[in-house]
Nanobody
Framework: QLQLAESGGGLAQPGGSLRLSCAAS????????IGWFRQAPGKEREEVSY????????YYADSVKGRFTISRDNAKNTVYLQMNSLKPEDTAVYYC????????????????????WGQGTQVTVSS
């Protein structure tokens, strides 16, 4: 049974860093995509960053471009989100999700939230 488990969240000061992990069990992440999303209280869920494990193509939301870096470790079946220069507006619950590799027109899709998303990890950026 596939499980995605996020970890690495916590409290950081503005300008600080955190590294989130999305560890998969029950399925190899080869030839899939992993996406990071976040949801702040009272706000809609928003996309953060994606990576395709097929070709290492990536996507970053404008709000995190230049500050966050997504990467993967095949041996550990884990995808990471390195978050630097954190801002209070980065405060949210962060989720990882599984999907097929992006299509030729760079469309990313995500599988059922019930079965292919993690439970989330809280990130709080505050002084």
């Amino acid at each position: 049974q596939l499980q995605l488990a996020e970890s690495g969240g916590g409290l950081a000061q503005p300008g600080g860093s955190l590294r989130l992990s999305c560890a998969a069990s029950g399925l190899s992440l080869d030839h899939y995509a992993i996406g990071w999303f976040r949801q702040a209280p009272g706000k809609e869920r928003e996309e953060v960053s994606y990576i395709s494990t097929s070709d290492d193509s990536t996507y970053y939301a404008d709000s995190v471009k230049g500050r966050f870096t997504i990467s993967r470790d095949n041996a550990k079946n884990t995808v990471y989100l390195q978050m630097n220069s954190l801002k209070p507006e980065d405060t949210a619950v962060y989720y990882c999700a599984l999907g097929p590799p992006p299509s030729s027109d760079s469309t990313w899709r995500w599988l059922s939230e019930h079965d292919y998303w993690g439970q989330g990890t809280q990130v709080t950026v505050s002084s």
